[in-house]
């Protein structure tokens, strides 16, 4: 309706008056900018005197000091050995999770994802990567099949929010006539690692079924029932043991995990925390967000091999351009201090014995180090220039703002279980 003496023309001028962007962001500062998410644990991480680490929008549990333990390192080192020895548990809850559905989800994957998810078997697990439109890498994680117009992807917590946006732009610009649609359930849900040499037994004691080899294989997934809850029982590990992970409604989270920690307790194990799982995940040789810093390739990263040579995918032909690939690019390598002081610092440059740390002199830098109570030692990533073929030579690691001047040896990125038996026991 009119309103009367205006003239249609006057009145949508009225309507499509400009609202400044300052009114709707009024009051957006600090906190209310960016506004906290919490475990489903949080509470019970409190209680247990958890310090907490901010790590993207999310709260998580550094470590879970016992009584008589003045540092984090000796709760780290203790909560490492749970999962190396016996079985540990951790809310990873934090982990994005994108639900991805239509009759042409397969077909959307393919196009997202530098492997072939339209083949994957239902009940199935991949790991996968994602590259961006001009070839370096976006992210990488799993990709679940639930059914079959039905799939489950995950990223890491601090990437989620830039994959929804890449998923949404390939969708609107380069897939616009395809049948898909995908919405972040990361929420919805609370999830909780098992891992360690007795997660199967503990996951069997806590849901009365057997989970052997045949029954729930490496990188498969199961419906199971935990005290009348739907759940979701994932076979993954980013801890390189036989692991798990289980899936349910969020409002069941605190529950389910004080119920895992005590199972877990009772078997010599207990929970762990960030610190715990980063360590867990270097000696291991996997990447995050530290390595994955979007100057990275596939190639780089030792993962050439995950872009199918069958199918095309975005960023596929940019990933093949000589400057992205090759001897003169940072690859990913592990690193052991080898000097007097066998200490190792994120952040570090990489330099030839001899030669001053400058510009023109620079073979790469550490990205991810820890003390690790496995191997005795500190170890590190990092990416050094033709570094896969100086596997055994010596680097020195540089940090001038710290006075920090240490020998390195350039080692294998895997430094425990190299072949993988563990994970698939």
Same mark, same amino acid.
């Given at each position: 309706?009119?309103?009367?003496?205006?003239?249609?023309?006057?009145?949508?001028?009225?309507?499509?008056?400009?609202?400044?962007?300052?009114?709707?962001?009024?009051?957006?500062?600090?906190?209310?900018?960016?506004?906290?998410?919490?475990?489903?644990?949080?509470?019970?991480?409190?209680?247990?005197?958890?310090?907490?680490?901010?790590?993207?929008?999310?709260?998580?549990?550094? &470590?879970?000091?016992?009584?008589?333990?003045?540092?984090?390192?000796?709760?780290?080192?203790?909560?490492?050995?749970?999962?190396?020895?016996?079985?540990?548990? &951790?809310?990873?809850?934090?982990?994005?999770?994108?639900?991805?559905?239509?009759?042409?989800?397969?077909?959307?994957?393919?196009?997202?994802?530098?492997?072939?998810?339209?083949?994957?078997?239902?009940?199935?697990?991949?790991?996968?990567?994602?590259?961006?439109?001009?070839?370096?890498?976006?992210?990488?994680?799993?990709?679940?099949?639930?059914?079959?117009?039905?799939?489950?992807?995950?990223?890491?917590?601090?990437?989620?929010?830039?994959?929804?946006?890449?998923?949404?732009?390939?969708?609107?610009?380069?897939?616009?006539?395809?049948?898909?649609?995908?919405?972040?359930?990361?929420?919805?849900?609370?999830?909780?690692?098992?891992?360690?040499?007795?997660?199967?037994?503990?996951?069997?004691?806590? /849901?009365?079924?057997?989970?052997?080899?045949?029954?729930?294989?490496?990188?498969?997934?199961?419906?199971?029932?935990?005290?009348?809850?739907?759940?979701?029982?994932?076979?993954?590990?980013?801890?390189?043991?036989?692991?798990?992970?289980?899936?349910?409604?969020?409002?069941?989270?605190?529950?389910?995990?004080?119920?895992?920690?005590?199972?877990?307790?009772?078997?010599?194990?207990?929970?762990?925390?960030?610190?715990?799982?980063?360590?867990?995940?270097?000696?291991?040789?996997?990447?995050?967000?530290?390595?994955?810093?979007?100057?990275?390739?596939?190639?780089? /990263?030792?993962?050439?091999?995950?872009?199918?040579?069958?199918?095309?995918?975005?960023?596929?032909?940019?990933?093949?351009?000589?400057?992205?690939?090759?001897?003169?690019?940072?690859?990913?390598?592990?690193?052991?201090?080898?000097?007097?002081?066998?200490?190792?610092?994120?952040?570090?440059?990489?330099?030839?014995?001899?030669?001053?740390?400058?510009?023109?002199?620079?073979?790469?830098?550490?990205?991810?180090? &820890?003390?690790?109570?496995?191997?005795?030692?500190?170890?590190?990533?990092?990416?050094?220039?033709?570094?896969?073929?100086?596997?055994?030579?010596?680097?020195?690691?540089?940090?001038?703002?710290?006075?920090?001047?240490?020998? &390195?040896?350039?080692?294998?990125?895997?430094?425990?279980?190299?072949?993988?038996?563990?994970?698939?026991?």
């Amino acid at each position: 309706m009119m309103r009367k003496g205006k003239s249609l023309a006057d009145q949508s001028m009225m309507i499509s008056t400009p609202i400044p962007l300052a009114a709707l962001g009024a009051g957006g500062v600090g906190k209310d900018f960016q506004p906290p998410r919490y475990l489903p644990t949080h509470k019970l991480n409190k209680q247990m005197n958890a310090p907490m680490v901010k790590e993207g929008d999310w709260f998580r549990p550094r &470590c879970f000091p016992h009584k008589g333990e003045t540092h984090w390192r000796q709760a780290c080192d203790r909560e490492v050995g749970y999962v190396r020895n016996h079985v540990g548990v &951790c809310d990873v809850s934090s982990l994005g999770k994108i639900n991805i559905k239509g009759q042409d989800a397969a077909a959307f994957l393919d196009m997202v994802y530098t492997s072939k998810m339209s083949s994957l078997e239902l009940g199935r697990i991949v790991y996968g990567l994602m590259l961006r439109e001009d070839g370096f890498v976006l992210e990488n994680g799993t990709c679940t099949r639930l059914a079959e117009n039905h799939f489950l992807i995950t990223t890491t917590a601090i990437a989620e929010k830039d994959v929804m946006a890449h998923l949404e732009f390939v969708h609107q610009s380069l897939a616009t006539p395809l049948d898909v649609s995908f919405i972040s359930v990361t929420d919805d849900f609370a999830q909780f690692a098992v891992a360690g040499p007795k997660s199967r037994e503990l996951l069997e004691q806590l /849901l009365r079924i057997d989970l052997n080899n045949e029954i729930l294989p490496f990188l498969a997934v199961m419906d199971v029932i935990v005290s009348d809850v739907k759940a979701k029982l994932f076979r993954i590990s980013f801890s390189g043991e036989l692991g798990y992970e289980i899936s349910v409604p969020r409002k069941y989270g605190d529950g389910l995990m004080r119920e895992l920690i005590k199972l877990a307790q009772e078997m010599a194990g207990g929970i762990y925390g960030l610190e715990a799982l980063n360590v867990l995940r270097i000696e291991k040789g996997f990447v995050n967000h530290r390595e994955i810093d979007g100057r990275v390739t596939a190639d780089d /990263l030792g993962k050439s091999a995950l872009i199918s040579p069958n199918k095309d995918c975005v960023g596929k032909i940019m990933a093949a351009r000589v400057g992205l690939h090759g001897a003169h690019r940072g690859q990913l390598v592990g690193l052991r201090p080898c000097a007097a002081v066998k200490k190792l610092l994120a952040g570090s440059v990489m330099v030839e014995q001899g030669e001053k740390p400058i510009r023109e002199n620079l073979k790469g830098h550490v990205t991810s180090v &820890c003390y690790s109570p496995t191997m005795g030692q500190m170890i590190g990533l990092g990416f050094v220039k033709n570094g896969r073929a100086r596997l055994g030579e010596k680097i020195r690691a540089v940090d001038l703002v710290r006075d920090f001047d240490t020998l &390195c040896e350039i080692v294998d990125p895997v430094f425990y279980d190299k072949e993988g038996v563990k994970l698939r026991g």
